[in-house]
T-cell receptor, first 116, second 112 residues
Framework: NAGVMQNPRHLVRRRGQEARLRCSPM?????VYWYRQLPEEGLKFMVY????????ESGMPKERFSAEFPKEGPSILRIQQVVRGDSAAYFC??????????????FGPGTRLTVT | ELKVEQNPLFLSMQEGKNYTIYCNYS?????LYWYRQDPGKSLESLFV?????AVKQEGRLMASLDTKARLSTLHITAAVHDLSATYFC????????????FGTGTRLTIIP
């Protein structure tokens, strides 16, 4: 069973370009979370998605950032008109269907975005 | 707003010594996680603590949870160089939404 997959692993964009980050959850997992880690800091929650639904986007910046998790295909985090402050590692995590007890999240290898 | 604080932020210790990392959080929760992160790498799950008084051990690491005190500890016994990494605790508070709030991290360096 393959783990959480993210691509690309490294992405370089110039200011003003768009960045698209992809996340394929583990097989059987229908919940995806995106987190951002700035250099020398902890991870910060961005958005929580289930298939075709955004459940919680309270951590997403109001502008330029969007996320989706379509019925088919990977989850995508899209950053429009990138700025230097967007340079960070972006991790996605997946978990199986939530029942009464919690399920831990399994993290992907991350995408390291550098804005020049 | 949930706040999660870890201390110390930096820890340098000699091989063979024992030490404890503390994780305090501000809101009621009974689900706490510990992760390890090596430089430039992703997060590796260490422990999942789901109830008050939970204690789990793996090798030289032992984690515990006191939900009444809103405190978790990660205890390192007889440290070895391989344990050098950054350790994060993370808290989830809402069933149905498992988003995690992470602590600031503790950067642990084990000196031979």
């Amino acid at each position: 069973n393959a783990g959480v997959m993210q691509n690309p692993r490294h992405l370089v964009r110039r200011r003003g370009q768009e960045a698209r980050l992809r996340c394929s959850p583990m097989k059987g997992h229908s919940h995806v979370y995106w987190y951002r880690q700035l250099p020398e800091e902890g991870l910060k929650f961005m958005v929580y998605l289930q298939k075709e639904n955004i459940i919680d986007e309270s951590g997403m910046p109001k502008e330029r950032f969007s996320a989706e998790f379509p019925k088919e295909g990977p989850s995508i985090l899209r950053i429009q008109q990138v700025v230097r402050g967007d340079s960070a590692a972006y991790f996605c995590a997946s978990s199986p269907r939530v029942r009464q007890t919690s399920y831990e999240q399994y993290f992907g290898p991350g995408t390291r975005l550098t804005v020049t | 707003e949930l706040k999660v604080e870890q201390n110390p932020l930096f820890l340098s210790m000699q091989e063979g010594k024992n030490y404890t990392i503390y994780c305090n959080y501000s809101t009621t929760s009974d689900r706490l996680y510990w992760y390890r992160q090596d430089p430039g790498k992703s997060l590796e799950s260490l422990f999942v603590l789901l109830s008050n008084g939970a204690v789990k051990q793996e090798g030289r690491l032992m984690a515990s949870l006191d939900t009444k005190a809103r405190l978790s500890t990660l205890h390192i016994t007889a440290a070895v160089h391989d344990l050098s990494a950054t350790y994060f605790c993370a808290v989830a508070t809402n069933f149905g939404n498992e988003k995690l709030t992470f602590g600031t991290g503790t950067r642990l360096t084990i000196i031979p």
